[in-house]
């Protein structure tokens, strides 16, 4: 049987789909399909069921798959790693927001980027969880952080860590919001004062305010700067409100640029996952930093 016929039914037993199979594999729709007819001529059984919108596998087709992927897989790493891992230095190309990927994942990988025959180079993207996935599943990224969870076969997430939120101000707004006031009249106390946000949609202080107050926020966003540092930065300098994760502002809570106004009993979290497409943690360069990460993150408060 044509192991390049095995590959292709892999990617689109992963991909759930002709169209981003085509694209993983830099073939074009027609190409895919016919690659999986012919196989399934070969085999007498139909192996995908089309769709609307992709393709869901029949009973041989999951069997065949769980038996040929990890064969096909420890051939691509044999071939992805090469005969003399030592030549060269292997690049991973990591992808995740700006904020988490700067503050978090980057210090934790600079161990593993020297030329010790066991590092690699990096090279990071920045986006949103929409577009970071999108990028994975096309094969730009080899590793991304996202708070989305993807479903499917196609991707692969593990758990990286909890991410608090703290509602913060500059300490001339804290002073009119007594953490007394604000527990007995709830959110009510902090309608008409600004909001500081990275979206129109309040995405963060939404998010907050549910948690806590059981209600949507009923302000506007004052300032939208879409970078959580940016978001830092001006509710710092007193432009009003803002939700933010605390590995991001403890320390400016510690130097009193920001007092946190509230102190809930279960605060709202957000957890981070590590994703990878299906199969590569083969690679030893991404298996190598996905560990890494997972270590990090143990210690990450």
Known sequence: MDLALLRTFVTVHRAGSFTRAAALLGLSQPAVTSQIRTLERQLGRPLFLRQARGVTPTTMGDELAHKAAPHLDALVEITETGLDEGSSLRTLHLAGPPEFTTERALPALMGLTGDDGQGFALRASFGNAEETMEGLAAGHHDLAMTTAQPRGPLLTATPLCDEEHV????????????????????????DNLPVVEVHESLPLVARYWASVFDRRPAASGTVI???????LACTAAGAGLAVLPRYLCSDAIDRGDLVALLDPTVPPLRTYFLVVRTGTL????????????????????
């Open 225 to 231: 700067v879409p970078d959580l540092r940016a978001v």
């Open 167 to 190: 509602l913060v101000a500059a300490p001339r707004w804290a002073a009119e919001i007594s953490p007394g006031k604000l527990r007995r009249k709830g959110a009510h106390t902090l």
């Open 282 to 301: 083969a690679m030893p360069h991404i298996a190598r930093a996905h560990e890494w990460l997972l270590r990090a993150a143990s210690d990450w408060s």
